[in-house]
């Protein structure tokens, strides 16, 4: 997968990878293909096992390599693995939920408790 790709050649390393594929004859393809992968995400983090997608591929080579069939459009590839190291959060100065939630009317500030 790591040839097929012109920014994901990192994915040589990982433990393995994914091709998230979809159809275009179905509404909100791209939107399904999107939850599938975060699915595949969250649920490998619980595990203790990282992610990363890429979207720069060779079209065309992958479709010939992994034989995928033109109807179905590459949506997202992602590789999956355990870390080389602990990850630790750093703490971050976010912006607060009052600042970027709006009740029922953009303008409209939402007061959290």
Excluded: C
């Amino acid at each position: 997968m790591a040839e097929d790709s012109s920014s994901g050649t990192w994915v040589s390393g990982a433990n393995f990878a994914v091709i998230v594929l979809a159809d275009q004859s179905f509404r909100f393809n791209m939107l399904d293909a999107g939850r599938a992968l975060q699915s595949m995400q969250l649920t490998a983090w619980a595990e203790g096992i990282g992610s990363g997608l890429f979207t720069g591929i060779r079209e065309e080579k992958m479709r010939y390599d992994f034989n995928i069939p033109n109807e179905l459009v590459i949506a997202v590839t992602a590789g999956f693995g355990y870390p080389l190291r602990t990850s630790i959060g750093k703490a971050k100065n976010r912006v607060s939920l009052n600042g970027i939630v709006y009740h029922q009317r953009f303008e409209t500030r939402y007061i959290s408790e």
